[in-house]
């Protein structure tokens, strides 16, 4: 039975169980665990080591036995560094041996579909059997920077399933392949994920019989509602037999409850200066922060934080699996922006050995 991309079942038992190329210290782990990673820039830092940084995050979840490693496509925006996605994961594929490399995920309205199986076909010639492509509809960026990536907004998001279609059809064998001919990219296998923080995504993914990642780690409003609709709705397909579920999901852990808020206080800043209008690089933890907010900008970042671990590995523990037991996720995509790069490889080993206990 097909689990889903890079997944298998253990005979006679349920639990899905990492599959690694090499057994990781720290496994087996509830269900998989993956990494999301903007490459954050920091104050006082630059994207050199921003995407150097990324890499070296990307070799210690592979030592830690995290499943997957995805990085994001976002434009216009000081404080990441992954905007050239395909280009930012050919470095990291490089650099790694068997941790799965994607997109979490490329915004197809900015690109032809053409483009984007070039790209990833030629990830998956350099690294075979290690990537994914994640696909989403919003343009990661503002109006300007979407205008300047297309050189115009005629390409509608409400076309995003037939571009899907249509990038699904480039990796076809080439006897079942268009005029138009993806090199490299044709006949590979090559798992695609539908990514949303709405409906519209989980319809898609639904209808399509494809794996469904919900960006519930800054848009958590309608997860429960999109995990229902996609389950409830799935069509099981050459791809896949049954709905897979991918949740995004914050971790801020560290030795104490203290040092995990403390270290939240980056996200929060960022966020907040997003939402303003003026976003900027990841700023140091101010441990006051929250005290200086009005109450609508606390209720916000409550709510995006609504879906996080963020504490002592006691805290995150606790934390995760009350998570998975209310949503019964198939997966958790852990994404960790912290101003220190140290204390970040530290959160992401914390989560690890606590979720193995």
């Known amino acids: 039975m097909f689990m889903g991309p890079g997944l298998r079942r253990d005979d006679g038992n349920r639990r899905l169980r990492l599959n690694t190329a090499a057994p990781a210290p720290h496994l087996p782990l509830m269900i998989p665990f993956s990494v999301l990673d903007l490459a954050p820039v920091a104050e006082g830092s630059d994207t050199g080591e921003a995407l150097r940084n990324a890499l070296d995050l990307a070799r210690h979840a592979e030592r830690l036995g995290y499943r997957r490693y995805w990085m994001a496509e976002h434009h216009s925006m000081p404080g990441i560094a992954s905007a050239a996605t395909a280009v930012a994961l050919a470095f990291v594929g490089a650099g790694t041996a068997s ?85 490299p990219g044709e006949g590979l296998s090559i798992p695609v994920w539908i990514l949303g923080s709405s409906l519209f995504g989980a319809q898609l993914a639904a209808m399509l019989g494809l794996p469904y990642a919900f960006a519930s780690h800054f848009a958590p409003a309608q997860m429960m509602e999109a995990i229902a609709l996609y389950r409830e709705r799935f069509q099981p397909s050459a791809k896949l037999d049954r709905p897979y579920v991918m949740l995004g999901f914050n971790a801020f852990a560290a030795d104490t409850d203290e040092e995990g808020r403390r270290l939240s206080t980056s996200l929060m800043q960022a966020f907040v200066n997003l939402r303003t209008g003026n976003p900027g690089r990841l700023p140091p933890p101010d441990e006051h922060y929250a005290e200086t907010l009005p109450a609508p900008a606390r209720a916000m970042l409550d709510q995006v934080l609504s879906c996080s671990a963020i504490g002592s590995p006691e805290t995150v523990r606790e934390a995760i699996r009350s998570f998975v037991d209310r949503t019964g996720a198939d997966e958790l995509m852990i994404t960790a922006q912290i101003f220190d790069h140290e204390a970040r490889l530290r959160s992401y080993e914390i989560v690890a050995e606590a979720m193995a206990e």
Do not use: C, K, W
Not at 112 to 136: K, M
């Open 99 to 183: 941790i799965r490399i994607g997109a979490g995920g490329v915004m197809l309205p900015n690109h032809a579909p053409l483009v984007i199986a070039e790209q990833f076909g030629t990830l998956e010639s350099l690294f075979p059997g290690r990537v994914d492509l994640g696909l989403g509809r919003a343009p990661g960026t503002d109006r300007a920077a979407a205008q300047a990536l297309r050189r115009n907004l005629a390409s509608d998001e409400n076309q995003f399933p037939r571009d899907v279609v249509e990038l699904m059809a480039y990796f076809a064998p080439d006897e079942q392949s268009p005029r138009v001919r993806a090199i």
